[in-house]
């Protein structure tokens, strides 16, 4: 009986230590989603403050909005072309500087390719607009090695606008994603590749059937998180494009609820509609990206 209430008492102060956080989670998270749920079925006017239920009007007019389907396809392809291409730089320079970069020398390359992601994404896309302009260093390159090159700019020219937009972002979040890999890399026990090693594995099979698998619960946390922050990108098209050179060539989705909730007075309400759309594809994707790469994760004890 003694044993029975102590426990019920250890019960109670846990319940008591997380009212903090769960206050927190019900005020600004909870309560904002639920409010933002009801916001996208709504009519909304930031300048009078008149909320109007509409119910499904704002979600059928996605419908039939083109934009909101370029933004769409904008997206996927942004995160399509993105997340396997830095995963794969990340696991490449990780494994490098895990197996040859010792010493000093390792921990300066960790830092230099660490620093884009510590440095303001603002201040990137600015200077990437000025290397991507039509008079800038990457055309001035390309020209002195008679090679080719858009010639009103790479940003201004549609057929390479979303593209340059992505290869800044993988510049700068491979750096990221490479120190998580290593600190994977480093869990792993050496003993096994010098198992390995004795029994005549070559460099290729230790890592096929070695680190890969023991870094499979690393990569999938890299993949999800990495396909999370594409689906979300806004910052870089804002600065870069605001969704040109042509009406929606680079849009995305967080941009399209931007733009209809900060540049019109009354677009709050199917611009919510839209950041429902975003949550709900996070969710989904995140879903079934642990779904697929979950199986055949090593057991953690």
């Not at 794969?88 to 895990?98: G, K, P, Q």
């Not at 300066?108 to 039509?134: D, E, G, K, Q």
């Not at 619960?217 to 990108?233: A, D, G, R, Y």
């Amino acid at each position: 009986m003694k044993t029975h209430t102590c426990l019920r008492q250890q019960y109670w102060y846990g319940m008591l230590f997380t009212v903090p956080w769960l206050v927190t989670f019900v005020l600004f998270w909870l309560y904002p989603l639920a409010e933002a749920f009801l916001l996208s079925f709504s009519s909304y006017s930031t300048l009078t403050g008149v909320r109007q239920w509409v119910g499904l009007a704002n979600y059928r007019a996605l419908l039939d909005d083109p934009l909101f389907w370029q933004a769409l396809r904008n997206t996927a392809i942004f995160t399509a072309g993105t997340v396997p291409i830095t995963t794969a730089l990340a696991l490449i320079l990780a494994v490098m500087l895990d197996r040859v970069a010792q010493g000093w020398f390792g921990s300066f390359l960790r830092a230099a390719y660490f620093l884009p992601t510590v440095t303001s994404l603002v201040v990137v896309s600015l200077i990437f607009t000025n290397l991507y302009a039509r008079d800038g260093y990457i055309n001035t390159l390309l020209q002195a090695l008679q090679l080719p090159y858009p010639e009103r700019g790479w940003l201004l020219d549609p057929r390479t606008a979303l593209g340059s937009i992505m290869a800044m972002d993988v510049w700068m979040a491979t750096g990221y994603y490479m120190v998580i890999v290593l600190a994977g890399l480093q869990t792993i026990p050496r003993q096994l590749y010098e198992a390995a090693q004795l029994s005549g594995a070559t460099t290729w099979q230790q890592f096929k059937w070695i680190t890969l698998p023991l870094l499979k619960p690393t990569l999938l946390f890299v993949v999800v998180m990495n396909t999370i922050k594409s689906l979300q990108v806004f910052v870089e098209v804002y600065i870069m494009t605001r969704g040109g050179p042509l009406e929606g060539t680079t849009t995305t989705l967080v941009y399209e609820v931007y733009r209809h909730a900060f540049e019109r007075t009354d677009g709050m309400g199917y611009a919510t509609a839209i950041a429902v759309v975003v949550f709900v594809v996070i969710v989904g994707v995140s879903w079934m990206q642990m779904q697929f790469l979950r199986s055949g994760v090593p057991a953690q004890r």
